[in-house]
C-alpha cells in the first residue's frame, strides 16, 4: 500500500519565477493538504482540499494556489516566488468524513524541498 | 498559535524509556491529542493519538491525565533511531476533517 507520495524531492527555482508541486494521496485517500516548513521551525498549514474545493486555507498569500484532481491527487503552485519561500512543502492525505469532527488520522509525505536563489 | 507547550529538548539513555510530556490546558472536549515525529531531512510520522484513555501501538504509549491538560509519550526502549523531533498537536476539528498546528515540539537525542 503506497503511502503519500511527492514529486520532485527537491528543486531549485529562481526568484520571480512559479513552481509546481505534485502529491498522491495515500489510498483510499480522498483530502489533502499542503504544509511549508521552514527551517528549524514545525510545518504551518497551507490549505486543505477536498471534492476538488479548497476547503480550509492558512495564512498564506494569494501567490500560493492549489488544485485537486477527480483521482484525489493534488498540485501546490506558487507564483512569483521569493527567496523566503524556500522551505520544505509537505502534502498531507487523509479520508474525510462528513459529520465526523475528529479522529481520522493524517499521512505526510516525504517532502519536496525547495530552494529559490 | 499552538495550543500545545513541550520543552524543547530531551535526551535519554539507549535502552531506557523516553517520556515526552505536553501541556494542553486549552483543549476541548472534542479534541484529540496526538503525537508525531519527524526524522531530520523527512516527513513527520504518525504515532498515536488519544481522546481520554490511554493509548498503546507497536510504536508508544499515550498517557493522558484524567483532566485531559496534559499527556505523555512513552517509548518503552528508545533506540539511536529514535533520535527526533517529536510534535504533540491538539487536533482542530470541523466538518473538513480538521488541520494540525504544530509547535516547536521536543527534539529527542538518544544517547549511547
Known amino acids: 500500500d503506497a503511502g503519500v507520495t511527492q514529486s520532485p524531492t527537491h528543486l531549485i527555482k529562481t526568484r520571480g519565477q512559479q513552481v509546481t508541486l505534485r502529491c498522491s494521496p495515500k489510498s483510499g485517500h480522498d483530502t489533502v493538504s499542503w504544509y511549508q516548513q521552514a527551517l528549524g521551525q514545525g510545518p504551518q498549514f497551507i490549505f486543505q482540499?477536498?471534492?476538488?474545493?479548497?476547503?480550509q486555507r492558512g495564512n498564506f498569500p494569494d501567490r500560493f494556489s492549489g488544485h485537486q484532481f477527480p483521482n484525489y491527487s493534488s498540485e501546490l503552485n506558487v507564483n512569483a516566488l521569493l527567496l523566503g519561500d524556500s522551505a520544505l512543502y509537505l502534502c498531507?492525505?487523509?479520508?474525510?468524513?462528513?459529520?465526523?469532527?475528529?479522529?481520522?488520522?493524517?499521512?505526510f509525505g516525504e517532502g519536496s524541498w525547495l530552494t529559490v536563489v | 498559535d499552538a495550543k500545545t507547550t513541550q520543552p524543547p529538548s530531551m535526551d535519554c539513555a539507549e535502552g531506557r524509556a523516553a517520556n515526552l510530556p505536553c501541556n494542553h490546558s486549552t483543549i476541548s472536549g472534542n479534541e484529540y491529542v496526538y503525537w508525531y515525529r519527524q526524522i531530520h531531512s523527512q516527513g513527520p510520522q504518525y504515532i498515536i493519538h488519544?481522546?481520554?484513555n490511554n493509548e498503546t501501538n507497536e510504536m508508544a504509549s499515550l498517557i493522558i491525565t484524567e483532566d485531559r491538560k496534559s499527556s505523555t509519550l512513552i517509548l518503552p526502549h528508545a533506540t539511536l533511531r529514535d533520535t527526533a523531533v517529536y510534535y504533540c498537536?491538539?487536533?482542530?476539528?470541523?466538518?473538513?476533517?480538521?488541520?494540525?498546528?504544530f509547535g516547536q515540539g521536543t527534539e529527542l537525542s538518544v544517547k549511547p
Open positions: 488519544g481522546l481520554k
Open positions: 498537536i491538539v487536533r482542530v476539528s470541523n466538518n473538513q476533517g480538521g488541520k494540525l498546528i
Open positions: 482540499y477536498y471534492e476538488e474545493e479548497e476547503r
Open positions: 498531507a492525505s487523509t479520508i474525510l468524513n462528513p459529520g465526523q469532527t475528529s479522529g481520522n488520522t493524517i499521512y
